[in-house]
């Protein structure tokens, strides 16, 4: 029961700044950051994004981008070299920071992921966003926030949506992509009597049963996903690789192409600093989106530390 730890394990975890770097061959885009932009404001919470967007003027994908820390913990600070290198590829990366537990429990995370991508199709003009082509990237809780949009998008409850019982339904928070790592992907998996996510969920399983399952992406997979790339370490004790690996297979077997990238001799932290999975991410992205992508200038990168 991996994700049992999950909860305990963060918190200091991305502390250590670092940088994946790139070749010119790798990253034609110098990027510039706008940061501290606020995308919504839900009880009076002031959530702020940062803005990762490659110099030109072309029109991009969007990557919605999305913290890891077990749902209580972390900032959007600690995906900035994951932002850059993504962008890095020519695409338009929006890093958020979102309510957290336990103050917040779920599905506030998911209403403030589902906002952010409106928010990034009400504003697509704007920051040169592609509103056809959004893509959502997170690790850990963040993988299992981006992966839990992306399955449920305009058709989960509208109580678990703030942005669309507020008036917003006239605007999708669907996505075309996603990207991640680390995933938490089925609570089935934890005894009915354990309370460790009760933090989070607001109570056992045995007590919110209808939340776990809710809460959990692969009860939400169908035909109507989009295309998915997960990344995970081989030697992951906080996060089953099992799961993952099922659920991808459950997407294929519903004819949604999914990949699953087992990265060797790492674990639950060490995969996030590994240089291969944003690159790998990247040229997914590049290929779900290329047909319809713009041409792409060649320059020489520049990557913000």
């Known amino acids: 029961m991996g994700i049992l730890l999950l909860a305990g394990a963060v918190g200091v975890l991305f502390a250590t700044p670092f940088n994946f770097g790139a070749s010119t061959e790798e990253a034609p885009y110098q990027v510039k950051i706008i940061r501290n932009v606020t995308y919504a404001e839900p009880d009076g919470t002031d959530l702020q994004a940062d803005l990762f967007i490659p110099e030109g003027d072309h029109i991009l994908p969007g990557v919605l981008m999305v913290h890891g820390g077990a749902w209580f913990t972390g900032s959007r600070w600690q995906m900035q ?47 040169r966003i592609d509103p056809q082509r959004i893509a959502g990237y997170g690790y850990s809780a963040g993988a299992h926030l981006v992966t839990l949009a992306a399955m449920s998008a305009d058709t989960a409850p509208s109580e678990w949506d703030a942005s669309r019982a507020a008036g ?13 790592g680390g995933t938490p992907c089925d609570f089935s998996e934890i005894p009915q009597d354990n309370r460790v996510l009760a933090y989070f969920l607001g109570g056992s399983r045995k007590e919110v049963p209808h939340l776990y399952r809710l809460a959990s992406p692969r009860y939400f997979v ?3 996903d989009p295309p998915a790339f997960f990344f995970h370490a081989e030697n992951d004790r906080l996060v089953s690789k099992e799961a993952v690996q099922r659920m991808s297979e459950q997407l294929q077997s519903v004819g949604v192409r999914s990949e699953v990238h087992i990265v060797p001799s790492t674990g639950h932290i060490s995969v996030f600093f590994h240089r291969e999975p944003p690159k790998r991410a990247a040229a997914f992205l590049t290929d779900v989106f290329s047909s319809a992508a713009p041409a792409r200038p060649r320059i020489p990168p520049s990557i913000p530390n």
């Open 222 to 224: 169908s035909p109507a």
């Open 81 to 127: 070299p994951h932002a850059a290198k993504i962008a890095s590829n020519g695409f338009v990366v929006v890093v958020i920071s979102y309510r957290l537990a336990p103050k917040h429990k779920f599905p506030a995370q998911l209403h403030d992921c589902l906002t952010a991508i409106r928010w990034m199709r009400k504003n697509a003009q704007k920051y």
């Open 168 to 180: 917003d339904a006239e605007v999708s928070a669907t996505l075309q992509a996603v990207v991640a």
